[in-house]
Nanobody, 114 residues
Framework: QVAESGGGLAQPGGSLRLSCVAS????????MGWYRQASGKERELVAT???????NYADSVKGRFTISRDDVKNMMYLQMNSLKTEDTAVYLC??????????WGQGIQVTVSS
């Protein structure tokens, strides 16, 4: 089971921190990622972090967002700085590993507006 928290309303230029908690064992073996889906648009990758800690970011968030994980707590985070109105979307947590499973959270709303 996967669940997100920390969304809400922020002003342009502001910051938010999203959290994702995953239940179960062997969490450290999974790749984790953040995706987002804006109203009327396709779901898109925001950032991923592998079991070894390698990070990958969408070009649109590079330099502004930072993904991290804490395998002891079974947690993943997304620090979002310098937010823009176009970052407004439902953000979803994904935890996956080939042969072990692919799990999605229900999503959490992030709204960037003045």
């Amino acid at each position: 089971q996967v669940a997100e928290s920390g969304g809400g309303l922020a002003q342009p230029g502001g910051s938010l921190r999203l959290s994702c908690v995953a239940s179960g064992s062997s969490f450290s073996l999974y790749t984790m990622g953040w995706y987002r889906q804006a109203s009327g648009k396709e779901r898109e990758l925001v950032a991923t972090i592998s079991s070894g800690g390698s990070r990958n970011y969408a070009d649109s968030v590079k330099g502004r967002f930072t993904i991290s994980r804490d395998d002891v707590k079974n947690m993943m985070y997304l620090q979002m700085n310098s937010l823009k109105t176009e970052d407004t979307a439902v953000y979803l947590c994904r935890v996956y590993s080939t042969g072990r499973g692919d799990y999605w959270g229900q999503g959490i709303q992030v709204t960037v507006s003045s």
